[in-house]
């Protein structure tokens, strides 16, 4: 449905990472969860100023930090066809793990990762 308030195909809420190395966090996202590099905008100096990428039916934001605006971490939840899987190749690619993946008291079998900018990925599947 086109909507006159967002860009077509955005959904109305999008994560906005602030991050130490927005071009390895690009990297971990399209390498580990195949997402789609949507835009991507660079300062004279190369720095991420910001970047959008498309992750199933999601976005999200980007950017590298600056002076004003340095990194924070943050925790983003992704729902995965396969939570083992993801997790390994998560490993695999250089993220270090946060937890895991277990089943516990609801639907999901779920995992953790932290990437190299400082984001924690939880990896969910419901199994249930």
Same mark, same amino acid.
């Given at each position: 449905?086109?909507?006159e308030y967002?860009? &077509?195909?955005?959904?109305? #809420?999008?994560?906005?990472? @602030?991050? +130490?190395?927005?071009? $390895?966090?690009?990297q971990?996202?399209?390498?580990?969860?195949?997402?789609t590099?949507l835009?991507r905008?660079?300062?004279?100096?190369?720095?991420v100023?910001?970047?959008?990428?498309?992750l &199933?039916?999601?976005?999200? #934001?980007?950017?590298?930090q @600056?002076? +004003?605006?340095?990194? $924070?971490p943050a925790?983003?939840?992704i729902?995965?066809?396969d939570?083992?899987a993801?997790?390994?190749?998560?490993?695999?690619w250089?993220a270090?793990?946060?937890?895991?993946p277990?089943?516990?008291d609801?639907?999901d079998?779920?995992?953790?990762?932290s990437d190299?900018g400082?984001?924690?990925?939880w990896?969910?599947?419901k199994?249930?």
């Open positions: 449905m086109a909507s967002k860009p &077509d195909n955005y959904p109305t #809420m999008s994560p906005y990472l @602030v991050v +130490d190395g927005a071009d $390895r966090t690009i971990f996202l399209t390498d580990v969860f195949l997402a590099e835009r905008f660079c300062n004279p100096q190369g720095q100023i910001h970047a959008e990428v498309r &199933d039916d999601g976005v999200i #934001m980007l950017g590298d @600056v002076e +004003d605006w340095p990194a $924070r925790h983003v939840h729902y995965v066809p939570v083992d993801t997790y390994q190749k998560a490993l695999e250089g270090t793990s946060v937890q895991a277990t089943k516990k609801d639907d079998k779920r995992g953790g990762v190299p400082g984001t924690t990925w990896i969910a599947t199994v249930e």
